[in-house]
């Protein structure tokens, strides 16, 4: 039995006034991507540890359900979130858009 987890493409804007979701974009291959903005500098992985943080608490997962699978030195970035499937991940990010 398998575990279930989903992914998610992120376009990261370090260095933000605030931590928040933006919206959907798509990126230069057509994939479909998460703007998100955090506080944190891109310094010393701070900014990748603010993006963890800011998701795991926005999908009301644990910080260790959530996961950078690829893209640490890039603003385009791969996340894996644990315990939910791409659909329920989707369905959560949509609402959390919608709310502001």
């Not at 928040?20 to 998100?36: E, H, N, P, T």
């Not at 900014?47 to 893209?71: E, M, T, Y």
């Not at 640490?72 to 329920?88: F, H, N, T, W």
């Amino acid at each position: 039995m398998s575990k279930t987890m989903a992914t998610l493409a992120v376009k990261l804007q370090p260095g933000a006034a605030s931590d928040r979701i933006d919206s959907w974009d798509v990126d230069a291959s057509g994939r479909r991507v998460l703007k998100i903005r955090v506080r944190a500098r891109p310094v010393d992985g701070e900014a990748n540890a603010g993006l963890i943080r800011f998701l795991a608490r926005s999908l009301d997962q644990p910080k260790s359900a959530v996961s950078l699978a690829r893209g640490g030195q890039s603003r385009l970035k791969m996340i894996v979130v644990e315990g939910v499937d791409d659909d329920a991940l989707a369905a959560r990010i949509e609402q959390l858009i919608a709310n502001g």
